[in-house]
């Protein structure tokens, strides 16, 4: 009795091992492609640049901001602001290891 | 315990019998055929956040448009998502290039008129921006209907080889496919993207002062001066998502100025160029030839009216990765707008005389970038 047990129990065993791993690896396949789309959806911050006499200040980009708008005057002596450059600020990827975590 | 023992013979028996079966199977190709199953689920898979990407660039399309007020926003786009453009005959070479600037630019009126008649209220640089983010819905719709018809074809034709060379093409595929979208949010943000580099570098030579007019379709050109150079400066008119045709422009701007009788002694393209892997992005580099990425048609003009006119033509270009040129513009690559300018003040005051002119074409897409 004990025999049949121990033959059929070690292949059920075996089996249930390998549907497991399966189900584990598919799991995490899963959950890596989620990861990569809820990545993509992660949008960068902007930054935008500007220039009032070579005084180099920065802000949070604004809807129609554009690179060489004139912006106004921005002191006294009859300088202007305008924007010199405008540049998004990305997550750096994580590191190797850490790809389902 | 007899009837145990007997039990046990027949599970060892039919074990015995799945090994050979697998065995006589796997001589057989049944192997292949696992293998060539778990490369298709793997395919359809990924054809299936192809898809994803492909509905939700088009929803996002359709989404700016609808901001915008666009009439008929879902029939228009989806009449040019399907729109193509038949590259010219290449076994008859004579005057190609002027049958494919004449289809090129057929194409781009086409887009530039639907959005003109689409959203009547909207200023050019919504309908520009309308206009690329058409396109790269159209560019997803066309890899995820691609890689549909390799899977779907090769499956028909039991052609393994196909389905191999599909399977391990998709990584790349599904990299090109991301790019294209994410840059889509870029464009629609109205945001410079890092193929906006060469626009950045004419507008800094500008000084943000001079006065643009435009001199082709759009594209701009000023008036500028260094060091007792005249500095001519073209570049594609933004901040609309444009590269305008900045070959016909610079050819233009030349025979203008030999015809004032001055001297022009240098022509500069700059642009924004693909680095190779392990290249830091935003280094520059400068050579000789038409720095631009165009299919044939705006290259060859710089070249000719160079060569015409015996001008030196150079090329200052600023590296960066080919996701860097159309998605928004990282810092490294506008810190390389600022050395590319000193490169081509360099160039300037090496190469030419004070009293010469100097023509300097801003390459790339404008998108974000003004004058």
């Known amino acids: 009795m004990s025999g049949i047990f121990n033959t059929s129990f070690y292949y059920q065993a075996i089996l249930l091992l390998v549907v497991l791993i399966i189900v584990i690896l598919l799991t995490f396949r899963q959950a890596n492609e989620l990861r990569k789309m809820a990545e993509m959806q992660k949008r960068p911050k902007f930054v935008t640049v500007e220039d009032c006499n070579g005084m180099i200040t920065t802000r949070d980009f604004r809807q129609g901001d554009f690179v060489g708008l004139i912006e106004g005057p921005c002191d006294n002596n009859g300088n202007i602001r305008k924007i010199v450059g405008i540049y998004a600020i990305k997550e750096e990827k994580q590191k190797k290891g850490s790809r389902f975590l | 315990m007899v009837g145990i023992a007997a039990v046990e013979n027949w599970v060892y028996l039919l074990i015995n019998i799945v090994w050979v079966l697998i065995f006589v199977l796997y001589l057989f190709g049944f192997g292949n055929y696992l293998q060539v199953y778990w490369w298709k689920a793997d395919i359809k ?31 228009t786009l989806d009449r040019l998502i399907d729109f193509f ?17 004449h289809i090129i630019n057929l194409r781009d009126t086409k887009f530039k008129q639907t959005f003109e008649i689409s959203m009547p209220e909207a200023n050019d640089v919504a309908r520009s921006i309308a206009s690329t983010a058409a396109e790269i819905s159209s560019a997803l719709f066309l890899i995820y209907k691609y890689v549909q018809h390799i899977l ?74 260094y060091n007792g150079r005249k500095i001519l400066l073209v570049k594609a008119k933004g901040p609309g998502s444009t590269v305008g045709r900045p070959g016909e422009a610079t050819a233009k701007v030349i025979k203008e ?37 165009d299919p044939g048609p705006e290259k060859i003009m710089f070249e000719r009216i160079a060569a015409e006119y015996n001008i030196p033509l150079r090329a200052v270009i600023v590296k960066m990765g080919m996701d860097e040129a159309i998605m928004a513009m990282d810092k490294k690559i506008l810190d390389g707008t600022d050395k590319a300018v000193e490169r081509v003040k360099q160039i300037i005051e090496e190469e030419s005389r004070p009293g010469d002119t100097v023509v300097i074409a801003g390459i790339g897409n404008t998108a974000g970038v003004g004058q």
């Open chain 2, 45 to 75: 898979n990924k054809l299936a956040v192809l898809n994803d990407m492909a509905n939700s660039a088009r929803n996002k399309t359709l989404e700016f448009m609808n901001k915008n007020k666009a009439k008929d926003a879902s029939k």
């Open chain 2, 152 to 225: 779907l074809s090769s499956d028909k034709t039991k052609n393994w080889y196909m389905i191999m060379y599909l399977s391990l093409m998709m990584p790349q595929i599904m990299q090109i496919a991301n790019i294209y979208r994410k840059a889509l949010d870029d464009f629609l943000e109205g945001v410079p993207v890092g193929d906006g580099a060469g626009p950045i570098v004419a507008l800094k030579l500008s000084n943000y002062k001079k006065e643009w007019r435009e001199i082709d379709e759009d594209t701009v050109m000023a008036e500028s001066e």
């Open chain 2, 85 to 101: 453009a038949i590259d010219p005959v290449n076994i008859e070479p004579t005057d190609i290039i002027n049958r494919l600037r």
């Open chain 2, 257 to 293: 100025s030999l015809a004032k009788g001055e001297k022009v002694s240098l022509l500069i393209t700059v642009d924004a160029a693909l680095k190779f892997e392990g290249e830091e992005t935003g280094t520059i580099a400068e050579g000789v030839g038409a720095a631009i990425g």
